[in-house]
C-alpha cells in the first residue's frame, strides 16, 4: 500500500496544477437517438487540444493502450508523469463487436470516458447555444438554485469555484493522494456522506454550504479514516 501511494507523488501535484489551469470543455456535438431524444457531447479531438498543452506543460503526457485480459478486451487511459515515470490509469472493459467500424466508434467513446474521468474534467453545456437539451437545462437550473446568494459571483469580482467544482478537485486529490489512485475507495467516501458518488447528483440535492462545510472541516479526517479502515481490512485478510 504504502509503494502505491509513493508511486502517485509527483504527478499527483502535477494533476493538481493541470486542473487549476484546464479551460472549459465544452459540449459541441449532438447525438440523435430515434425521434424524440437527444444529447450533448464533446468532441475528443476538441478535450485534446484543450487538455493537452496543459498536462504537457505541468510534465504529464498520455497514452490509450489497448489490452486483454482474460480473453477480454481493455480499453485504457494511462497519464504518464515524464520526470518521475509515476503514472495513473484507468481501464474499462469492451465487448468486441463482429463490425470494425462499430468498434472503432466504441473505442473512442471509452477513450474520452475514461480521460475525463481521470483527469477530473466534466463537459459543459454551451451558453450561448439555443440547442441545449431540456435535461441538461434543467440540472443547470438545480444547480443554480443549490447555490447560496453569498456565493454566487459579485460584480467586479472574480468568480469562486462552485461547490461541484471543489468537490470534484477534493475527488481527484484523495483518490490520487490518499487511496493511491482507487476510484473505488473514492466513490466510497462520497457515498458515506451524501448517499451517493455521482457529484452533480450531489450538487443538486445538497446545498453549497452543506458541501463547502463538509469540504472545509471533515472531508480529510473521513478519508483518512477510511483508508484507514481499508489498511486494517487489507491487513486483517493477509494474516
Not at 469562486?160 to 471543489?166: D, H, L
Request: aromatic content about 8%; charged content about 30%.
Amino acid at each position: 500500500m504504502a509503494e502505491s501511494k509513493a508511486r502517485v507523488g509527483s504527478i499527483a501535484a502535477a494533476l493538481l496544477a493541470s486542473q487549476e489551469q484546464f479551460p472549459r470543455v465544452i459540449k459541441t456535438r449532438t447525438a440523435q437517438i430515434g425521434n424524440k431524444f437527444s444529447y450533448h457531447y464533446p468532441e475528443f479531438s476538441e478535450i485534446l487540444e484543450q487538455l493537452g498543452p496543459v498536462l504537457r506543460a505541468n510534465g504529464i503526457t498520455y497514452t490509450f493502450p489497448m489490452e486483454s485480459d482474460n480473453g477480454m478486451a481493455r480499453v485504457c487511459c494511462r497519464l504518464i508523469h515524464a520526470a518521475s515515470g509515476e503514472t495513473i490509469e484507468a481501464c474499462i472493459p469492451m465487448k468486441v463487436d463482429a463490425d470494425p467500424r462499430e468498434d472503432g466508434k466504441r473505442i473512442t467513446y471509452y477513450r474520452r470516458y475514461l480521460f475525463t474521468g481521470v483527469l477530473g474534467v466534466q463537459a459543459e453545456e454551451d451558453d450561448n447555444s439555443g440547442a441545449a437539451s431540456a435535461g441538461a437545462a434543467k440540472r443547470r437550473a438545480g444547480s443554480t438554485s443549490a447555490m447560496r446568494a453569498s456565493e454566487k459571483p459579485q460584480a467586479g469580482a472574480s468568480a469562486k469555484p462552485t461547490a461541484a467544482e471543489r468537490l470534484q478537485k477534493a475527488a481527484i486529490h484523495f483518490r490520487v493522494s490518499v487511496f493511491a489512485g482507487d476510484q473505488e475507495k473514492t466513490d466510497e467516501l462520497l457515498r458515506r456522506r451524501f448517499g451517493t458518488a455521482d457529484i452533480e447528483a450531489i450538487a443538486v440535492e445538497y446545498s453549497a454550504g452543506e458541501i463547502h462545510a463538509w469540504l472545509d472541516a471533515k472531508a480529510i479526517d473521513e478519508a483518512n479514516a477510511l483508508k484507514a479502515e481499508y489498511d486494517e481490512k487489507e491487513a486483517s485478510d493477509v494474516f
